[in-house]
């Protein structure tokens, strides 16, 4: 069977990863956190010959999510958050959506939860619950691929603000040592922001979680 791979596109002004997940060979794809002009993105994987199966979020701050309702349009994929967000999909004061001068909702197709095993695109991958950044932030776990998809839960030797709306800095870092630091020191960590790392380098190098 061919293996699970992941890309990367940063897009939008505030630097947002946008990552696409596809099993090598497949023209089929899973894409995480359009995070501006869905169209664009829409356009970009078009041609490059991909198909988006599926959309999924991290969490709903508009910076992750704005390109979203577009690109469902555009492509007709379903959207998956987890159920614990659905206040800040639902209202733009709470995803800070207005505060940033293009106020925006969403309603997911699906809510899942922590621990679902699901397959999109013949990918299968679990849900992480990672509450802290947000009330419903999750990270997104393909361990085929030996990879995570994380949001702003964790960043290279750094951990996402909680200064929003749904933010507790005690459950963010709850979250990353009892679900992330878990998983194998081999996973490579891919935030919504910056480069990429892996388990076992923020569990020694992360002063945040010492």
């Given at each position: 069977m061919a293996g699970v791979k992941i890309g990367r596109m940063v897009i939008?002004?505030?630097?947002?990863?946008?990552?696409?997940i596809y099993r090598e060979g497949s023209q089929d794809v899973i894409f995480v956190d359009p995070a501006d002009h869905g169209d664009q993105i829409y356009r970009k994987m078009?041609?490059?010959?991909?198909?988006?199966?599926a959309i999924l979020l991290t969490h709903a701050h508009f910076d992750h999510m704005w390109g979203a309702n577009d690109l469902r349009k555009l492509t007709g994929a379903k959207i998956y958050a987890l159920e614990?967000?659905?206040?800040?999909c639902e209202s733009a004061q709470a995803n800070v959506s207005d505060m940033?001068?293009?106020?925006?909702?969403?309603?997911?197709?699906?809510?899942?939860?922590d621990g679902d095993q699901l397959t999109l695109a013949d990918v299968t991958f679990q849900v992480i619950a990672t509450?802290?950044?947000?009330a419903g932030s999750c990270c997104y776990y393909f361990e085929e691929?030996?990879?995570?998809?994380?949001?702003?839960?964790?960043f290279l030797e750094s951990v996402g603000r909680t200064d929003f709306p749904t933010g507790d800095s005690s459950r963010l870092i709850r979250s990353i040592k009892e679900k992330l630091f878990t998983l194998p020191d081999?996973?490579?960590l891919y935030p919504g922001h910056g480069d990429s790392t892996t388990v076992g380098h923020e569990k020694?190098?992360?002063?945040f979680c010492q």
């Open positions: 939008g002004g505030y630097g947002t990863n946008c990552y696409l078009s041609e490059k010959g991909f198909r988006i199966q614990e967000e659905r206040v800040l940033a001068g293009r106020a925006c909702t969403i309603r997911p197709n699906v809510y899942v939860k509450p802290g950044h947000t691929g030996g990879f995570a998809v994380c949001g702003d839960t964790i081999e996973v490579k020694k190098y992360n002063p």
